[in-house]
């Protein structure tokens, strides 16, 4: 009697668990815009995203960061290059971070919010209220 119920126990803690695993934002993501893949993984304390692949990498691997707004690199190759920086918090919603959008070579403030387990919303903003949010999906 005492096996059964401590595996009902353990069964229902895996049930519980699972949406705090599904909370998990780091992976591979599908943009919104130009077939962009950006890989999430934890820098430290942080979450970090480096361009994994897009429409331009796929017809130019080579690619450089031409539109930066500082011309010290703008030789710097794209694929592979850290877009997204210094994101605190969760299990849902991570803030503080900066978001690098290499089409405008600008740097803007962001946050990442997890909607569902596959599904994450990318806010960049220039000050708040001008703000512009993208829905990426989860690859893997």
Known sequence: MKSAFA????????????????????????????????EITKCGPDLCGRLVSSEGLKADPALKDVNNANPKLRDRALKGLTILTGFSGGPDAWTGGSIYNAEDG?????????????????????????????????LR
């Open 7 to 38: 595996v009902a126990l353990a069964g229902a803690a895996l049930v519980l668990a699972g949406p705090a695993l599904a909370a998990d934002p780091t992976g591979l993501w599908q943009t919104s815009t130009r077939s962009g893949q950006v």
């Open 106 to 138: 600008k740097t803007y403030s962001g946050t990442l919010t997890l909607d569902g387990a596959d599904t994450l919303k990318v806010k960049g903003c220039v000050i708040v209220p001008l703000c512009k949010t993208q829905t990426w999906t989860r």
